[in-house]
């Protein structure tokens, strides 16, 4: 049952924003968070339910801004991986284990960001070559699958489309574009499964304009920030992200 007092719109509004930010204008890889920060105070299947068509608001308002920057090749093959990651996710939603999940999302989180940091630019001083084209398609089916369990998909979306050099804007706009059709397909799945009641739909109406606030304040950051500052925000904030997936899978 969502009771929805005071004591919940304290803690979602500002997590609706903080996912707003972060998928409007940093690639969605701490916007999962939200969901986190709501299951504080609902039952963690309701907290999905009540993010996901406001992450679905984010992604359309979130589209225009970027739209045809994506890189059309990286979005198809991720796109092409999540499809069948998100029906996994659905057969398997009532028997995963989310605590190993979140381990090894966390894991290969911060473990990129410390090869990037480390490794990468020796490594590109040898060599200008792209990872192979499956790679493009696992990251999208994990992406899938961890976006339906959790609305986690970010991290593993961002191991990849990090990988291809592209510039901040083609970044986002690759994310916006894939994470739009990811959401999109979850929808009935979780209708199926009964995460959608009368009171988390009241409850989206009325979070609705925190949604709008945080994708305006991310696209606006988007376009201030530097592209050096921008990926420098977009590895603490997948460390972070990571870092905690560790921490929740653990204990």
């Known amino acids: 049952m969502l009771t929805l007092d005071w004591m919940f719109f304290l803690v979602a509004g500002p997590a609706v924003v903080f996912a707003g930010i972060s998928k409007g204008g940093f690639g969605s890889g701490a916007a999962f968070a939200a969901s986190s920060v709501l299951a504080l105070v609902v039952a963690p299947g309701l907290a999905l339910g009540v993010m996901l068509p406001l992450l679905m608001l984010i992604d359309v308002v979130s589209l225009r801004p970027y739209w045809g920057g994506w890189d059309k090749d990286a979005a198809i093959l991720m796109i092409a991986g999540a499809a069948p990651g998100v029906a996994v996710g659905a057969g398997l939603y009532t028997l995963a284990q989310p605590d190993v999940l979140r381990v090894l999302i966390g894991g290969v989180s911060v473990g990129f960001v410390l090869w990037q940091l480390v490794f990468a630019k020796a490594v590109a001083d040898r060599s200008t070559r792209d990872l ?8 999208g089916f ?21 990988s291809k050099k ?6 986002q706009a690759t994310t916006v574009l894939v994470f739009f059709v ?11 499964l009964g995460m959608f009641t009368y009171q988390t739909g009241v409850a989206n ?3 609705a304009p925190c949604a709008l606030l945080g994708a305006w304040l991310g ?6 920030i530097p592209e050096r500052i921008f990926f420098g925000i977009t590895y603490v904030l997948l460390s972070l992200t990571g870092a905690k997936l560790i921490w929740d899978g653990l204990t």
Not at 142 to 162: D, E, I, K, M, Q
């Open 205 to 207: 109406l009325l979070l």
């Open 142 to 162: 994990v992406a899938g699958f961890t976006s339906f369990v959790s609305h986690a998909g970010g991290p593993p979306a961002a191991v990849y489309l990090l």
């Open 166 to 171: 592209m510039s901040k804007t083609q970044y």
């Open 132 to 139: 192979p084209r499956f790679v493009g398609v696992l990251a």
């Open 219 to 224: 696209v606006r950051a988007h376009r201030l």
């Open 182 to 192: 990811v959401n999109a397909a979850k929808f009935v799945p979780y209708a199926f």
